[in-house]
């Protein structure tokens, strides 16, 4: 009771003399360091908001503006042209600081300046938007870039080069454009044209070019008036529908993870790993809050958005009914932590203070010895966010909304991120193929109760120090996860460090209070709906098997000394793999990303195109000559690489197709195309089709689809499987009900490249693979494979790399 005294800044007793007040000074000192700390937040924020909303401008340009306008005025030339004149006679007459003549003067060229000063801002930013909506450099080739583009570059430099902030950049950002429907129905033709016989071809022209010529200008005119109102007409309706409004499990359908590097150690000491990792964390945090993190920029020139940042820290995931809610809280100074089976809540800060990793460490130690035995039903708590949203919504109303229980799980809702210590150990063990296997199967799900999925991410810890995340996906997409974890283990190895017995550095200050114990009060019937939960997400779990080996032939090298994109060989190569295990070919998705728009996420790239087929088939024919697979290579690899950017730009299909379903729904239009276009399965609604019920496709008579995302913008990507520092995941969705998940995906990192495999078999299955590449690690690959058993070697395909590094 000693530390609850301590929090308390004063207590009172009343006795018959009176009322007697004890102030406690420590605490009264935290109030008030707190306070203090709470307003420069606030201070940096308005000087950030200053700073953002001003740039390419700063106050010391319009300082120089002002000078400039009273120096002229002294040397007796008029650079308003009589606009200061008009604004001192506007102003008005009578006794106030500005009733002499020279006051005036002064104050009607400050307006003067200022308004000079606004004025050029907004044209240098209109004029830097215009800048960045031309990507003719995009499909430039190599080493041909044109005086246009080099002049571009040159103007593009000029107006951001002075140092940005993580934001600097957002209002500068063009829309993402909404493409023509013709455009967009023709390259939707092309894409199925290899997949559909000639009689099943021509009846889809039909229905698209009625849908063309009746349907879609009405539902464009809709799109085009939001793409005006809103600063993204598809990340919002992407946001909600295919993330908020699912209700089946996140748990390896819809999160991904993150591992630790898996060929260095730093300390063997649990408690001393979280200490480093949380402190650089809340570092990152920090510079976040302040904006000091500078916004990714392709070539060093393109800015890209940077708004899914915002929800990184301080955010979970409010389940509902019929759609779940992203709460983002300003600030959090605390973590909730789970060890065996029972919840604590860490703080991290003592006052204003940041806690050092050395008094993290101690905090954490602390948590691992405390003996005291979970509440009734507080151990399998978390299982209620592993399995159905709807009965977690339920569960949540029903037993969560008053007393204890709404106190703790807002302990845990409000946290900075939760904190999972497990008691197992896990690292990957050259002499044992099975180690990464299991250490990612473990970050993917753990034992469905030892994670909570709602967070915005969890960082799990394993009783050898070795660590891992698991992300929720809804707030932004893994490479905006992957800048924290490169960050955390840089910081980790090369700044934090460890004494040789594996400890943080510096002595602890044994005065913190410990940990708190979250008190629950889970009553039998709550405990039902925790097993039940608990058992969905296990049937879940035990559905899905990961095996991880190493790749080492070859890399994006050679494939780079070939001439080729390796994005595009390792595509085509998995239609070759895919087309000589199966016999046929199916719908191909591979994510790009669209961050050079504002708000922009994702977009779908098909590369399953006529060009590549038609390679695929002549190398299954084996009498073509070696010079004419060369060439059908090399137009399928060009004809991919021109599908990837188009869909980098905001020329893609599905997004749009997306949008137009969506808006024929509200408007209660029906569409035989675009209701044939949504029972592909992955095509327009996204690979899991998460929509409402009323908004969602039939998956009746879906076709097979192969689904890789990627991201051009950083050096890695990742799905629900993310191995080592920022490398790479393996993302898969299935109808469990009917089909076991049956994935393959192979991540190599290091200096050569990265690809990744996936499949399926069933026509109510889609599958994901996802791949990035890290920098200092011998290459490794990954697989999964459901209960129905493992591929065959021919079907191990190469496939996706990052198309900004070719």
Not at 129 to 148: D, Q
Not at 393 to 398: C, G, H, K, N, P
Not at 543 to 553: A, G, H, R
Not at 689 to 706: N, Q, T, Y
Request: hydrophobic share 40%; with cysteine.
């Amino acid at each position: 009771m000693a530390e609850a005294h301590q929090a308390v800044a004063f207590q009172f007793t009343v006795t018959p003399e009176g009322v007697d007040f004890r102030l406690s000074r420590e605490a009264l000192k935290h109030v008030y360091l707190s306070g203090i700390n709470s307003w420069k937040k606030r201070l940096i924020r308005i000087k950030n908001g200053i700073l953002r909303g001003v740039y390419p401008g700063s106050p010391t340009s319009w300082l120089v503006v002002v000078m400039a306008t009273v120096g002229s005025s002294f040397c007796n030339v008029d650079v308003s042209l009589g606009l200061v004149g008009c604004i001192q006679r506007c102003l008005p007459q009578g006794c106030g600081p500005y009733q002499t003549p020279q006051t005036r003067a002064l104050l009607s060229m400050a307006i003067f300046s200022t308004g000079v000063w606004v004025t050029g801002i907004f044209f240098f930013r209109q004029t830097l938007k215009l800048l960045l909506s031309y990507h003719g450099w995009m499909f430039e080739m190599h080493g041909k870039t044109s005086n246009l583009t080099r002049i571009w570059a040159m103007c593009v430099r000029l107006l951001s080069s002075r140092h940005p902030m993580l934001y600097s950049f957002q209002t500068s950002l063009p829309k993402l454009p909404v493409p023509r429907v013709s455009a967009t129905i023709q390259r939707y033709l092309e894409s199925v044209r290899p997949l559909l016989d000639d009689e099943e071809y021509y009846r889809m022209e039909m229905l698209a070019k009625e849908f063309q010529n009746k349907t879609a200008p009405r539902l464009q005119k809709y799109l085009v008036l939001k793409s005006w109102w809103a600063s993204n007409y598809v990340s919002d309706w992407w946001e909600e529908y295919i993330y908020l409004r699912g209700r089946s499990p996140l748990m390896v359908n819809s999160n991904y993870y993150v591992m630790d590097l898996v060929l260095i150690k730093n300390t063997d000491v649990q408690a001393a790993r979280l200490g480093n990792t949380i402190h650089a964390m809340i570092m990152y945090r920090r510079k976040l809050d302040r904006e000091e993190i500078k916004p990714v920029m392709a070539l060093g020139i393109v800015p890209m958005c940077s708004y899914q940042m915002e929800r990184m820290f301080n955010t979970t995931r409010v389940p509902g009914k019929e759609t779940d809610v992203l709460q983002h809280l300003s600030d959090s100074r605390h973590v909730a932590v789970y060890h065996k089976g029972r919840f604590f809540k860490l703080w991290l800060y003592e006052g204003s203070r940041l806690l050092k990793p050395q008094d993290l460490e101690m905090q954490f130690q602390r948590i691992l010895d405390d003996p005291s035995p979970p509440q009734p039903g507080e151990e399998k708590l978390a299982a209620l966010t592993a399995g159905g949203r709807v009965e977690w919504a339920q569960a949540r109303q029903a037993f969560f909304s008053s007393g204890k229980n709404k106190a703790a799980l807002e302990a845990i809702e409000r946290a900075a991120f939760f904190v999972a210590l497990d008691e197992e150990s896990y690292r990957y063990d050259p002499e044992d193929e099975a180690s990464l296997s299991l250490y990612g199967k473990a970050l993917l799900h753990g034992n469905c109760y030892n994670r909570w999925f709602d967070k915005s991410f969890t960082l799990i810890s394993f009783k050898n120090g070795q660590l891992g995340l698991n992300a929720e996906h809804a707030w932004a997409d893994a490479p905006i996860i992957g800048h924290l974890w490169e960050f955390v283990l840089g910081t980790d190895s090369f700044h934090l460090g460890y004494t040789e017995t594996g400890h943080c550095l510096g002595k602890p200050n044994p005065a913190l209070p410990p940990p708190t114990r979250l008190q629950w009060d889970i009553p039998k019937q709550c405990q039902a709906v925790i097993e039940s939960s608990y058992q969905v997400a296990k049937a879940l779990a035990d559905d899905v098997e990961l095996y991880c080996f190493q790749f080492l032939p070859f890399g994006k090298g050679l494939i780079k000394k070939c001439r080729t994109s390796p994005d595009a060989f390792v595509q085509i190569a998995l239609q070759l793999a895919h087309f000589r295990d199966r016999g046929k070919f199916c719908l191909t998705y591979e994510a790009s990303m669209t961050r050079m728009f504002r708000e922009g996420r994702t977009e779908t790239v098909r590369s399953c195109t006529s060009e590549s087929t038609a390679f695929v088939q002549a190398m299954v024919e084996k009498s073509h000559a070696k010079a004419d697979l060369r060439d059908l290579f090399q137009k399928a690899a060009k004809k991919h690489q021109n599908m990837y950017r188009l869909a980098m730009t905001g020329a893609g299909i599905d997004r749009h197709l997306f949008c137009l379903y969506l808006v024929s729904k509200y408007l209660g239009v029906s569409s035989p195309f675009l209701a044939e276009v949504s029972t592909v399965v992955g095509c327009v609604l996204c690979p899991t089709a998460l929509l409402h019920p009323g908004l969602g496709p039939s998956h009746e008579g879906a076709r097979p689809v192969f689904c890789l995302a990627g991201s051009p913008e950083a050096p890695w990507r990742a799905g629900p499987a993310f191995p080592p520092t920022p490398q790479l995941g393996l993302r898969s969705w299935a109808q469990r009900e009917q089909h076991p998940l049956r994935v393959v995906g192979v991540l190599v990192t290091g200096n050569r490249q990265t690809y990744d495999l996936s499949g399926g078999d069933s026509t109510t299955e889609t599958s994901e693979a996802v791949v990035g590449r890290g920098s200092s690690h011998k290459p490794y690959v990954a697989c999964a494979k459901g209960t129905t058993g493992w591929w065959p070697g021919s079907s191990c395909t190469l496939s996706r790399t990052v198309p900004g590094s070719e």
